[in-house]
């Protein structure tokens, strides 16, 4: 079968990012792989699909759904192609559904982690980057902000309307304590956060 996915990898490069074909690749290559271990031959079947998406990870634990649903993708882009263009009869990733996600709440710091952050910002000498980071913590551990939507409101300085990013560039730099993709704490269900101009 490695041939038909030497045939496979040539034409989905030419129809896909580098990226997809890539990944696609990688995926079929284990594939085979995983058919010579268990000493299949010929076309593989669903049977095969199923065993091969459902093997353990490395660790011996269960695979994500997000991954097994990319390997599932890449599969079914190959047998498609096996159909079209390889003389399949039938594609043996019919029928084999996506996963779908559960969904589950961000990533929050704890009350500890909280108030750790506000501990390091209390101690800045300057009264003025002292007073800045505490603001900026209380909003986001009020209000539930992400730190990059904090930084894409607009900030009045006393002079000028500027953008928070220019402010937090200059003082209290949120990025060495947090992610950027993170919320400090869960935001409240009435709160909605928009990153369009606000003027404090």
């Given at each position: 079968?490695?041939?038909?996915?030497?045939?496979?990898?040539?034409?989905?490069?030419?129809?896909?990012?580098?990226?997809?074909?890539?990944?696609?690749?990688?995926?079929?290559?284990?594939?085979?792989?995983?058919?010579?271990?268990?000493?299949?031959?010929?076309?593989?079947?669903?049977?095969?699909?199923?065993?091969?998406?459902?093997?353990?990870?490395?660790?011996?634990?269960?695979?994500?759904?997000?991954?097994?649903?990319?390997?599932?993708?890449?599969?079914?882009?190959?047998?498609?192609?096996?159909?079209?263009?390889?003389?399949?009869?039938?594609?043996?990733?019919?029928?084999?559904?996506?996963?779908?996600?559960?969904p589950h709440d961000p990533a929050v710091l704890t009350a500890f982690e909280v108030r750790r952050l506000f501990l390091v910002a209390s101690q800045f000498q300057d009264s003025i980057r002292?007073?800045?980071?505490?603001?900026?913590?209380?909003?986001?551990?009020?209000?539930?902000?992400?730190?990059?939507?904090?930084?894409?409101?607009?900030?009045?300085?006393?002079?000028?309307?500027?953008?928070?990013?220019?402010?937090?560039?200059?003082?209290?730099?949120?990025?060495?304590?947090?992610?950027?993709?993170?919320?400090?704490?869960?935001?409240?269900?009435?709160?909605?956060?928009?990153?369009?101009?606000?003027?404090?």
């Amino acid at each position: 079968m490695r041939h038909q996915i030497d045939a496979f990898n040539q034409n989905i490069s030419a129809r896909r990012a580098a990226r997809t074909a890539s990944s696609y690749s990688a995926t079929l290559a284990a594939f085979a792989d995983f058919l010579d271990q268990q000493y299949r031959t010929g076309r593989p079947t669903t049977s095969d699909v199923d065993s091969f998406l459902a093997r353990p990870t490395k660790e011996g634990g269960r695979r994500a759904p997000a991954t097994r649903n990319q390997e599932l993708a890449a599969l079914r882009a190959f047998g498609e192609f096996a159909t079209k263009q390889l003389g399949w009869t039938e594609n043996p990733t019919e029928g084999i559904p996506f996963l779908r996600e559960p969904p589950h709440d961000p990533a929050v710091l704890t009350a500890f982690e909280v108030r750790r952050l506000f501990l390091v910002a209390s101690q800045f000498q300057d009264s003025i980057r002292r007073s800045f980071a505490l603001a900026v913590l209380a909003l986001l551990s009020q209000v539930g902000l992400r730190v990059h939507e904090l930084v894409a409101l607009a900030a009045y300085d006393g002079t000028q309307v500027r953008s928070f990013s220019a402010v937090t560039a200059a003082g209290f730099s949120l990025s060495k304590y947090c992610s950027a993709t993170e919320r400090l704490v869960k935001r409240p269900p009435s709160t909605s956060p928009t990153t369009s101009a606000n003027t404090f």
